[in-house]
């Protein structure tokens, strides 16, 4: 009963004396949800008051309200971000507020049923609950903050940034024996998040949120060199995300983060490069000239310091991915360069990629006749 009066006081301080109305606001539609997830506290806070005095049939009752609580809960909270983000400043931040206070809650709820720090399904599906919402929440935060053409590349980086932090947090054992049980439940879900994150990230800086060839945009040097810091942060965070513990395939996801780290570089360079021809706009074009040329130079030159990082650190990984850029390099040179240059550059460009090819060479032959 008590929670049927809080549900029609809800529908009450959003509609006034118009409670019949057939639609739901997304802010009350987040309200419902953080309703839901309070008594699903409360019934667990009464379940582990009265634990060892109650028989089995209250016991499944306890439980199935409490399954009930975190499902219904946690589908109001994510349907309630359908279409709320736009609808002004104050309904974005209410919406953030009422996930972070949804999290707080299943993590409570969970703490409160769990019985040890062996797996248990409900402790394991509240922290899964926790988040997601969480997750939701800072992609509305990015939406809230108005990035402009930058917002899809935040997008990308979140679920990473999300997390190596959540797995940072997740080493560290907490006091409490009920919230301690956590760090066994967080460090598998952030070690199985690893790699779709990685994957997003992935996607957003070197395909559909690139400013220069995807969906993103950058007018001026300010939000060009922004890009370049983003793409910086997803090579950082790609190696970081290779020392979470437990991760799965990890001897796997090493090499392909070190792989991932070089192309989020690589992606970096080649932005840098296309804004100090365009004073400072990342605008979608193609390239002539001299910077058709200085993207090949760039190129091949990293190709080589990335091919000799693997041969000094004896990375099978790096000197492939090192290897496959220079010869990407000379297909460009080849297919597009002599094609679309002419006179000195197209020179220029053929005979300094010969020089990198050569001292490349002589730089791996030398770094083999010095190994043991």
């Known amino acids: 009963m008590a929670l049927v009066w809080a549900a029609l006081e809800i529908r009450r301080a959003f509609h006034g004396a118009e409670m019949a109305a057939h639609f739901v606001f997304n802010t009350e539609s987040a ?4 309703l839901f997830l309070s008594a699903g506290v409360l019934n667990a806070a009464f379940a582990q008051r009265w634990r060892g005095r109650v028989g089995a049939d209250l016991r499944a009752i ?6 009930g609580a975190m499902a219904l809960g946690g589908l109001l909270l994510l349907l309630s971000l359908i279409g709320g983000w736009d609808r002004g400043a104050g309904t974005g931040f209410a919406l953030v507020l009422a996930l972070l206070a949804g999290a707080v809650l299943a993590l409570t709820q969970g703490a409160l049923i769990s019985k040890s720090e062996s797996f248990e399904a409900p402790r394991f ?8 919402l969480v997750w939701s929440a800072g992609h509305g935060a990015i939406h809230w903050a108005r990035l402009g053409g930058l917002e899809g590349m935040a997008h990308a980086l979140w679920p990473l940034a999300l997390t190596l932090a959540g797995a940072a947090r997740a080493r560290r054992s907490l006091r409490r024996d009920a919230w301690r049980a956590y760090r066994h439940d967080l460090q598998a879900i952030w070690a199985s998040a690893a790699w779709p994150a990685s994957a997003v990230a992935a996607l957003g800086l070197w395909g559909f949120a690139n400013p220069w060839w995807g969906l993103g945009s950058a007018g001026n040097w300010g939000a060009s060199l922004a890009a370049v810091a983003l793409c910086g942060a997803g090579a950082w965070m790609s190696l970081s995300a290779a020392r979470a513990p437990h991760l799965r395939k990890a001897e796997w996801f090493a090499p392909a983060a070190r792989v991932a780290a070089a192309a989020h570089v690589f992606v970096a360079l080649t932005l840098l490069a296309r804004a100090s ?9 193609g390239a002539e000239g001299a910077e058709l040329w200085t993207y090949s130079a760039i190129w091949a030159l990293y190709g080589a310091g990335v091919l000799a990082l693997g041969a000094v650190r004896d990375d099978a990984a790096l000197r492939w991915c090192g290897l496959a850029l220079l010869f990407a390099t000379a297909g460009k040179v080849f297919a597009f360069d002599t094609a679309r240059l002419s006179g000195v550059i197209r020179a220029a460009s053929l005979l300094g990629l010969a020089a990198v090819a050569i001292l490349t060479a002589l730089a791996m032959r030398r770094l083999r006749m010095r190994a043991p």
């Open 31 to 34: 309200a419902y949800g953080v």
């Open 125 to 132: 599906a509240a922290a899964a609950l926790a988040c997601v």
């Open 277 to 285: 021809f365009h004073g400072g706009a990342l605008d979608a074009g």
């Open 62 to 67: 306890s439980a199935g309200l409490a399954w």
